[in-house]
């Protein structure tokens, strides 16, 4: 060891140079609040080195990926643990990241010289997302799959490119092989070409300008890297480390059924960091859909990226900086309250089985025809509970039915149901394949729906 590491420096001088990063001295006042961005690096190294072992063992086709997974699971040595370890530390870098980024927007740690490191922060905060959303269709589960139909179809929210953006997104007009080959290689391919460089030059800049350290004057010189900060950065990925591995054991990442583009029933859900935008979205008629999934976003992005110039005095104090503090608690407040009602209405539907395979029956009105009957258990069968309520009962994706038949008529529901884009081309509900009998059969039942069920 010690042979390898004169024989390194003699030929580079890397053991020189680590020595002097070592024991450079930082900013006054660094502690356990900057260990979070040593700790997201430490998160994105696992990531990808689990991230490659299952890649050796993935097949990104529609016949393939759902095997491949359960090869994975059931086959590969230590596969469900790795796997789990992968899920986990990928919604643990959404955490940590989203704190470091509060502790530097808090800290006022953005500002000059620093606004670069800021910007390239940024960016990685939009590639993680970008991980995250293509990671989501790799399994190609029913959860999967449907999710990622909602997800992409928001693309057509778009002005003017909108159709365009979801059919390169999808490769095609619906998710399928293209789609899964697309985001495979995105995953595993674009995303980590241009996570590694960056990475490397948030943590080069990082050097270079030195940490900001806190709000506070604090006189005198400050410590070096090692050991004091080292060993916090340890404590901190142990203990961190110590959360995913006990997860990842005592509660294995599961499957759901394969991906089934024949079986609309399944409720879309997206993984918890897109649930606010999920649950914020059932508050938007149509109409203005565009906003949550356009015009808020952007303007969030771009009061991300403008950050360091919206907020240039040198005071750093949070106190005397309530007008970025304020805006930026009450973004989170939203996110955080909706990722909460979103959380709260799915546990409340599973307890009343609406989230099942079938769910159950909503009570019959007194004197329904045997139609409405029969168009009473398709509604079960399809599960249209899951997204739709009627006597308050069932999901909030979509819009209550209780009065939908003194709205429409029993033809302009059938056709909602078979082809919903034909009303409204940006909708996300997905078409239903029903035989004649049946939709025949649900339109005449969502017809009684006058607005006295309960």
């Known amino acids: 060891m010690k042979r390898a590491a004169e024989w390194l420096d003699e030929h580079g001088g890397f053991v020189t140079i680590a020595k002097e990063e070592l024991v450079k001295p930082m900013a006054p006042g660094i502690g356990w609040a900057h260990s979070l961005g040593n700790l997201t690096f430490m998160f994105l190294i696992v990531q990808i080195t689990t991230g490659v072992a299952l890649a050796l063992n993935y097949a990104p086709t529609p016949d393939h ?4 997974i359960q090869f994975i699971r059931h086959d590969v040595l230590f596969g469900s643990f790795l796997r789990s370890i992968h899920s986990y530390t990928a919604s643990a870098v959404v955490i940590v990241v989203t704190l470091h980024m509060l502790r530097v927007i808090i800290w006022g740690a953005y500002k000059n010289p620093r606004e670069l490191t800021w910007l390239i922060g940024v960016f990685l905060l939009l590639l993680i997302a970008g991980f995250a959303f293509t990671g989501y269709l790799l399994p190609w589960d029913q959860r999967a799959y449907w999710a990622t139909t909602v997800g992409t179809a ?3 929210s778009v002005p003017l490119v909108g ?36 990475v490397g030059l948030h943590l080069f800049l990082v050097r270079k300008m030195g940490s900001a ?56 859900r997206p993984e ?10 059932k508050y938007l008629p149509g109409s203005l859909e565009v906003v949550g999934v356009v015009v808020i976003p952007a303007v ?14 040198p005071e750093r104090d949070p106190r005397r900086r309530v007008r970025v503090l304020a805006p930026t608690g009450a973004v989170l407040l939203v996110v955080v309250v909706l990722t909460g009602i979103a959380l709260t209405s799915e546990q409340q539907s599973l307890a009343s089985g609406a989230s099942g395979a079938a769910a159950a029956l909503p009570k019959a009105a007194p004197g329904l025809s045997a139609q409405a009957l029969a168009g009473l258990k398709v509604y079960a069968a399809q599960n249209c509970s899951g997204c739709h309520s009627i006597g308050g009962k069932g999901g909030q994706v979509g819009p209550a039915l209780d009065a939908v038949g003194s709205r429409e008529t029993e033809a302009w529901l059938e056709s909602q149901v078979a082809n919903p884009t034909g009303h409204n081309p940006k909708t996300t509900m997905p078409a239903f394949k029903l035989s004649a009998s049946d939709l025949k059969s649900l339109g005449t039942y969502l017809a009684t729906l006058k607005g006295a069920s309960k």
């Open 300 to 313: 969030l992005g771009l009061a991300l990226l403008l950050l360091p110039w919206l907020d240039r005095g």
């Open 65 to 68: 990926a759902y095997a491949s």
């Open 213 to 268: 350290g806190t709000w506070k004057p604090h006189h005198g010189k400050g410590d070096a890297f090692f050991p004091k900060q080292a060993f916090r950065d340890i404590m901190v990925a142990v203990g961190a480390f110590s959360v995913v591995i006990a997860l990842a054991i005592l509660k294995p990442v599961g499957l759901a059924a394969r991906a089934d583009p024949t079986n609309a029933s399944f409720v879309p």
């Open 272 to 281: 918890w960091y897109f649930l606010s935008l999920y649950q914020g979205l």
């Open 163 to 198: 159709g365009i953006a979801m059919r390169l997104l999808r490769g095609g007009g619906n998710v399928g092989a293209m789609t899964l080959m697309r985001f495979y290689t995105a995953h595993t391919m674009l995303f980590p070409a241009l996570l590694v460089p960056f």
């Open 154 to 156: 928001l693309a057509r």
